[in-house]
T-cell receptor, first 110, second 113 residues
Framework: EDKVVQSPLSLVVHEGDTVTLNCSYE??????LLWYKQEKKAPTFLFML????IEKKSGRLSSILDKKELFSILNITATQTGDSAVYLC??????????FGAGTILRVKS | DGGITQSPKYLFRKEGQNVTLSCEQN?????MYWYRQDPGQGLRLIYY???????QKGDIAEGYSVSREKKESFPLTVTSAQKNPTAFYLC?????FGGGELFFGEGSRLTVL
C-alpha cells in the first residue's frame, strides 16, 4: 500500500531557530515529491522535487530529496512566527494521484 | 485573477440531508480533485476527474457523488449515506492528471448536527 509518513507530527520552536521536517514515502512508480504549507485553509505550494540530491531553495526554506533512501527533508532557517503552519508532504506517482502524509504542525513562538 | 473558488466556506446541515459543495476553477485545468481533511490526518482523496465528463472514485468515495459536466466545475455531493460527513473539504485542480502541482481552493467546512 502506498504511504507517506511525516515526522515529527508537531513541534514548537522559538523565533530564530532552525527546523527540519521529515518525509518518507513508499509509492510505486514514483515521479515527484511535493511540499505544501497550510496556514488556515488552502495549502500553498512550496516545492516539487524530482531529482535526488539537488537542493531547492526559496528564501529561508530549502528542501532535498533522496530517492535511494526514499525520503525528503524541508529545512526552515531563522524561523519566524509567520512560519507557523501545517506542512504537508505528498508523493506523486506517474499517471496517478498524490499520496499525502498526515502533516507536521509547526508552531513558532516569539 | 486565476484560481479555484469553493462555496460555501461554512455549512451546517442536519443528519440525513444531502449537501452539495461547489468548486469552480478558471485556470483551464483538465484535472480536478476533491479531498477530505480530518484533524491529525493527511488529505484523503474522495473523487477525481481527469477530463470533462469523466470522473473516478478515490480512496474514500463511499457516501459521496460528483459530476463534471463543464471543465470549470466539479461539484461534490455529500449524501446521507456518508457516515461521518463532518470535515474540511478541499477542491484542487492540476493542468493534467498526475502532473504534480495541485492548486487548492480555500476549502469548505461542513458540520452535520
Amino acid at each position: 500500500e502506498d504511504k507517506v509518513v511525516q515526522s515529527p507530527l508537531s513541534l514548537v520552536v522559538h523565533e530564530g531557530d532552525t527546523v527540519t521536517l521529515n518525509c518518507s514515502y513508499e509509492v510505486t512508480n514514483f515521479r515527484s515529491l511535493l511540499w505544501y504549507k497550510q496556514e488556515k485553509k488552502a495549502p500553498t505550494f512550496l516545492f516539487m522535487l524530482t531529482s535526488s540530491g539537488i537542493e531547492k531553495k526559496s528564501g529561508r526554506l530549502s528542501s532535498i530529496l533522496d530517492k535511494k533512501e526514499l525520503f525528503s527533508i524541508l529545512n526552515i532557517t531563522a524561523t519566524q512566527t509567520g512560519d507557523s503552519a501545517v506542512y504537508l508532504c505528498a508523493a506523486c506517482e506517474y499517471g496517478n494521484k498524490l499520496v499525502f502524509g498526515a502533516g507536521t504542525i509547526l508552531r513558532v513562538k516569539s | 485573477d486565476g484560481g479555484i473558488t469553493q462555496s460555501p466556506k461554512y455549512l451546517f446541515r442536519k443528519e440525513g440531508q444531502n449537501v452539495t459543495l461547489s468548486c469552480e476553477q478558471n485556470l483551464n485545468h483538465d484535472a480536478m480533485y476533491w479531498y477530505r481533511q480530518d484533524p491529525g490526518q493527511g488529505l484523503r482523496l474522495i473523487y477525481y476527474s481527469q477530463i470533462v465528463n469523466d470522473f473516478q472514485k478515490g480512496d474514500i468515495a463511499e457516501g459521496y457523488s460528483v459530476s463534471r459536466e463543464k471543465k470549470e466545475s466539479f461539484p461534490l455531493t455529500v449524501t446521507s449515506a456518508q457516515k461521518n460527513p463532518t470535515a474540511f473539504y478541499l477542491c484542487a485542480s492540476s493542468m493534467s492528471f498526475g502532473g504534480g502541482e495541485l492548486f487548492f481552493g480555500e476549502g469548505s467546512r461542513l458540520t452535520v448536527l
